[in-house]
């Protein structure tokens, strides 16, 4: 194709990308060097595009990067990366964003496209590769065609339900010179606030205003929706205890309020045991259905018949996808939820009060379970999670940061006294203060903290002056490089390994899959031992500290006792709160804790580890319901009284 002649060009076509950064007030592009990237990255070089290229060491970090930023700002992610490598690698985190909601524009740069078709070194159909976990990928055709494609893609990765974007294109399109006034007019917005049509409205709202024991559920759209006060506001009308769906993005309700349950188990059994007390379920933004590592058809569906459903969210998919609804409203959950509570109001179910007595009464219950397990906490040889959790809520408490902490949580074992002891509360917090993924795929939470660090403002409102990634041993070890990333920009992080010196979460998923086959009719298979050597990270014990260290210089402390948690956690914060630079606590975790042997319903003897048998319940409505329907019945307890607790981490 024949370009005209500009003489002394200023323009290229690459701008029309910082024209729509611009629009959006977007200031970061996230990526790995590469010479196909170049023009694009050389545009970070020019003041008045006010973007800064954060380079980073690998392109799984660098899309978790842009999830983090995004996740802070509500604004799409950028990320730049280079061809079939490039995307190759950022294909886990590109599978987090895409189930997580996460808005990103992912701009690949091709092959010059006069070679493509020949199959030269690294290019291959791009489009194919991102298409999977994208709600568009597309490869441009043309250069006449990339302001059309960017309005297209930041069009649509920020439309309801968000989500990634891919765009492939030939790296030497991005280098056509332009007239100065050729520009992108700007990126069409579409308002996520529409409310759901009135009439499904109406008959949602009686079908839970007669309800006789109503439970809600509550998704990521609710905590993306920033929409804790309209869900409370329902909660207490109903009378319904409110859990949130397994692998939480964000925190779907606040844990100051009496409602709050946690989030669902992560076995089939599990489930089935808190839907099955209730005549009605309000699935309100709930995406992640099941989130489960086994499920068998015979055992039942997750959510029994006799439940009627009702539900609310703002993307068709996730309505009616596993189950039947009674009831379906398609709309904005913070815009369309006082509509909800306005029809209920004149028809409060009855027994709402008093199921709101009994719920505030099991609330208080909870406290004092927990408290009673920090104490035995305290007392054991190696470090349990609820140690550290308490700890860093007192710091943030007592440094009034309420209102300006984010968590990260990627501790994957011990997700519970995380969830209960940090105020992610109405006193200040809202839900975008926890960050997690409903992907699953791991290595994700310390790259995201780098970009929730780059961003001091936040759609919901609160700041990010201290940010929290705890994180396992087997976790931190996919991309310690970033690191490396922390300490080029200069961002000051608290990182805590909690630091095993294994892969827990996968021998509880080992036990979970022979307590689910080693006696099933047609498999009995059952490993040759329980205590695999390849689930162990031993021989030689990482040192998280000089590791991180290696990658610029980042400070740190080995952490090996219960007593010597809140010092080091206090220190650790205080170092990121006054410096340029993270710091590391390597929290020796128990990995050896005396476990007790627990005999599942075909006789099966697994073991249980004792932080676990006596961890309380986030679900104290439903832990009776709970515990008799877990696939572990049996525990041996030996002097102690306290009955057995099955509030195990999801398995995966």
């Known amino acids: 194709m024949k370009k005209a002649t500009i003489e002394n060009p200023t323009r290229w076509t690459r701008d029309y990308l910082f024209d729509a950064l611009k629009d959006l007030g977007i200031h970061y592009i ?375 902490f984010v968590y990260v949580h990627e501790a994957v074992s011990d997700g519970a006294p995380f969830q209960y002891y940090l105020p992610f509360s109405t006193e200040g917090a809202k839900p975008i203060s926890y960050y997690c993924v409903a992907g699953g795929s791991l290595g994700w939470s310390m790259p995201a903290s780098l970009g929730i660090k780059l961003e001091e403002k936040t759609t919901q409102g609160i700041g990010t002056k201290l940010v929290i990634n705890a994180v396992g041993d087997g976790s931190s070890l996919f991309y310690p490089q970033t690191w490396w990333t922390a300490a080029h920009e200069k961002l000051p992080i608290l990182y805590i390994i909690t630091n095993n010196h294994e892969y827990h979460t996968l021998q509880l998923g080992l036990q979970q899959v022979v307590a689910a086959y080693g006696t099933e009719a047609g498999y009995g298979w059952k490993p040759k031992t329980m205590d695999p050597s390849y689930l162990r990270l031993e021989r030689p014990k990482m040192d998280f500290v000089n590791l991180a260290k290696a990658f610029g210089g980042e400070h740190g402390e080995v952490v090996h006792t219960p007593a010597n948690v809140h010092e080091a956690v206090a220190r650790g914060i205080d170092h990121v709160l006054n410096n340029q630079t993270s710091y590391i606590l390597d929290m020796r975790i128990a990995s050896n804790t005396p476990t007790t042997p627990v005999t599942t319903p075909d006789g099966s003897m697994i073991s249980v580890d004792k932080r676990y048998l006596l961890q309380p319940e986030l679900n104290v409505f439903h832990a009776d319901s709970m515990e008799n329907h877990t696939p572990m019945l049996k525990a041996g307890r030996g002097a102690a009284d306290e009955k057995p607790n099955f509030n195990l981490p999801s398995l995966f």
């Not at 003041?47 to 978790?64: D, F, R, S, T």
């Not at 990765?157 to 492939?168: E, K, L, Q, R, T």
């Not at 409602?259 to 076995?267: A, C, N, V």
């Not at 309000?282 to 259905?289: H, M, R, S, Y």
């Open 30 to 404: 996230f990526g790995v060097p590469g010479t196909n990237e170049i023009p694009i990255i050389d545009g970070t070089s020019y003041p008045e595009n006010e973007v800064k290229y954060i380079e980073c060491l690998h392109e799984n970090i660098a899309i978790g990067a842009a999830m983090g930023s995004a996740r802070m700002t509500g604004k799409p992610g950028i990320l730049v990366v280079h061809v079939t490598p490039g995307i190759a690698h950022s294909i886990g985190n590109l599978f987090n964003a895409y189930r997580s909601n996460t808005p990103l524009i992912i701009l690949c740069c091709q092959q010059q496209n006069e070679l493509v078709t020949q199959e030269p070194l690294l290019a291959s159909n791009l489009v194919d590769l991102a298409r999977q976990y994208t709600k568009w990928a597309h490869e441009v055709r043309t250069p006449e065609e990339v302001p059309l494609v960017l309005q297209r893609a930041f069009k649509e990765a920020m439309a309801p339900p968000n989500g990634p974007v891919f765009i492939s294109i030939p790296w030497e399109f991005m280098m056509v010179a332009i007239e100065d006034d050729q520009k992108l007019e700007g990126i069409t917005r579409i308002s996520p606030h529409f409310t759901g049509d009135d009439t499904s409205i109406k008959q949602a709202a009686e079908i839970l205003a007669n309800a006789k024991n109503p439970l809600i559920v509550a998704g990521d759209a609710v905590g993306y929706a920033d929409a804790w006060t309209e869900i409370q506001e329902l909660a207490e009308l109903i009378g319904a205890p409110v859990v949130q769906q397994t692998f939480s993005s964000v925190a779907n309700f606040p844990n100051n309020d009496y409602h709050w349950q946690g989030e669902l188990p992560g076995s089939q059994a599990g489930v089935q045991s808190v839907f099955k007390r209730h005549d009605v379920a309000f699935l309100v933004g709930f995406g992640a259905q099941a989130q489960l590592a086994v499920f068998k058809y015979s055992d039942g569906p997750l959510i029994p018949k006799e439940v009627k459903q009702v539900y609310l969210t703002n993307n068709t998919w996730d309505i009616a996808k596993n189950f039947y609804g009674e009831s379906a409203i398609l709309g904005d959950v913070k815009a369309t939820l006082p509509i909800l509570n306005n029809y209920i109001k004149p028809q409060r179910p009855a027994g709402a009060i008093s199921r709101n007595n009994k719920l505030e009464k099991l609330a208080q219950k909870r406290v004092h379970q927990w408290e009673s397990y920090l104490e035995e906490a305290m007392q054991q040889p190696d470090i349990w999670a609820v140690v550290i959790a308490k700890a860093l809520k007192d710091e943030i408490e007592k440094r009034e940061l309420v209102d300006n």
